[in-house]
């Protein structure tokens, strides 16, 4: 290895990019292109970063596997930094192996990290959680030990396990001051502000206010019975019916939530459950008898009662009722959740994530365009979408260790 490819990547491991380039801009081999595809992706140029990473690939001969192997782990962050959830998985799981098997631990860490981070994007805890399980954070550089521990805080904070998060948080700090890279301390910061922003919103008695995470975590802790419109599920301490694919049901049992402990008029339930804007006889009995699954459904957890003009909901053992429910409500809300980190997504990337066809996720951008909520960049299949005016940091592009052939 020669001294200005080694000088280029001790630049880059210490997150200067234009130090680098200025070693390695003018060379055309193998590690340099991987080099400049590295700077390219840490100064945001994610395209050309792309382009000079597949060449360099290209470039290393049929015995640097390690090499070829690292430029696809490159590509990988590249991919999950644009939020292209269609680059191909199993080629980061294919060099992930190879660097395994070739004694690279700590790219092999690392591919493992990025591994997770998708796996969560996509909602995929159990797997994300038992991947992690399974790396060695030992040979982790202070940059990587910092990715992994922004993991396990992403992993915390779904499963609302508000201290563990903020211990994670805690630590990827120290390990961003460690590695003295700013962008890395920026996204720890970004990272920290989800348990500084109201996470939900709390429905009791016909008012709301808004909720933080770790309130989140206390109040389905606490024994009170809570309609869950962020999970469509009602709750009660550890036993939870979830209505996650009975709608009709789901919407009965928070209009009687949230006018706890009044009753809800037939006309009410049925507006709110069936959109019925003029009700006759066969909405009324429908009526009745979605009343009977909801009553069964909650039977351990309340009753749905009859009264003169509607129906009311009683808790077991005279509990409170509140209903949880989202910052934001709405046909597309789940499409701007995703849109809040401040990264640009592709249309196909969120139908993945929301787990929906592309066709429905395209309709609600351009809903959200028209209402100004988001904003188009690019054109054709190199369209992107992101939420405007907020601030987003890169995510660091760290290749830890040496790329060319050892």
Known sequence: MDSMITAAARALAAGDSLGALKRVA???DAPALALRGIAMAQLGDLVRAKVLLKSAARAFGPKEAVARARCVVAEAEIALVSRDLSWPAKALDTAWATLEAHGDRVNAAHAGNLKVRRLLLIG????????????DPAPLPPASTTAR???IAGIAIRRLKTEAARAALTRAAHSARQANIPALTAEVEAASLALKTPAARLIARGEGRSLLLDEVEALLASGTLVVDACRHAVRQGNAMVSLSTRPVLFALAR???EDWPGDVPRGTLLRRAFRAKHADESHRARLRVEIGRLRAELKDLADVRATKRGFALSPQGGREIVVLAPPVEGQDASVLALLADGESWSSSSLAIALGTSPRTVQRALEQLAAAGKVQPLGHGRARRWMTPLVPGFPTILLLPGPLPSD
Do not use: F, Q, S, V
């Open 124 to 135: 995929r805890l159990d797997e994300a959680e038992r991947t992690l399980a399974g790396l």
């Open 149 to 151: 521990e922004l993991a």
């Open 26 to 28: 003018l060379r055309d």
């Open 255 to 257: 209009a009687l939530a």
